[in-house]
């Protein structure tokens, strides 16, 4: 079972931040955020990741809350390719330093012009 | 870009039916993955490959079998193809750069429809 949980739809101006929330009380302390999107049914795009601190690169920032038992993404300027499906997830180790994705529904952002 | 190809991208069989699904890479990741996705759902693992001939059972592995004879292909089998393995199958690399040991890239996916 996924690990997370996010609100099933969101709206966001083009133009405006847009900001997806995900809750994952239950993460352990080495267990790390990830956030990857779907377009269409295209196989899914990595975005971020993120442990304890805040991270930014050129997509997205993820804000971490302090205890770790929610994160935020921020898309800075939603574009219209940005529409997609947002999947919070929680990395797990499976053994051989190799690791499991368990994507659960995901957020489908839609960006209005 | 990451050298992932999926092949085929779409077919259509019959229950009971031997179905082989390849994956290709061309950059040398150490790490290969296949997943299935539904609709209305997120991706969910099957199996996973952390080497040549080295292999492991994900969370829905029931009907599927993996092989992975060289570091660039990794098969997925459905040894008797049933109409509730009907999906789209993603293949997914990593470890092959120190950035993308963080990163699993997809495949374009394979519709799978069993009849």
């Known amino acids: 079972d996924a690990k997370t949980t996010q609100p099933p739809s969101m709206d966001c101006a083009e133009g405006r931040a847009a900001n997806l929330p995900c809750n994952h009380s239950t993460i352990s302390g080495n267990e790390y955020v990830y956030w990857y999107r779907q377009i269409h049914s295209q196989g899914p795009q990595y975005i971020i990741h993120g442990l304890k601190n805040n991270e930014t690169n050129e997509m997205a920032s993820l804000i971490i809350t302090e205890d770790r038992k929610s994160s935020t993404l921020i898309l800075p300027h939603a574009t219209l390719r940005d529409t997609a499906v947002y999947y919070c997830i929680v990395r797990v180790a499976t053994g051989a330093g190799s690791y499991q994705l368990t994507f659960g529904k995901g957020t489908k952002l839609s960006v209005i012009p | 870009d990451a050298g992932i190809t999926q092949s085929p991208r779409h077919k259509v069989t019959e229950t009971g039916t031997p179905v082989t699904l390849r994956c290709h890479q061309t950059?040398?990741?150490?790490?290969m993955y296949w997943y299935r996705q539904d609709p209305g759902h997120g991706l969910r693992l099957i199996h996973y490959s952390y080497g040549v001939k080295d292999t492991d059972k994900g969370e829905v592995s029931d009907g599927y079998s993996v092989s992975r004879s060289k570091t660039e292909d990794f098969l997925l089998t459905l040894e008797s193809a049933t109409s509730s393995q009907t999906s789209v199958y993603f293949c997914?690399?990593?470890?092959?750069?120190?950035?993308?040991?963080?990163?699993?890239?997809f495949g374009p996916g394979t519709r799978l429809t069993v009849l």
């Open positions: 997914a690399i990593s470890g092959q750069r120190e950035r993308s040991y963080n990163e699993q890239f």
């Open positions: 950059e040398n990741h150490r790490y």
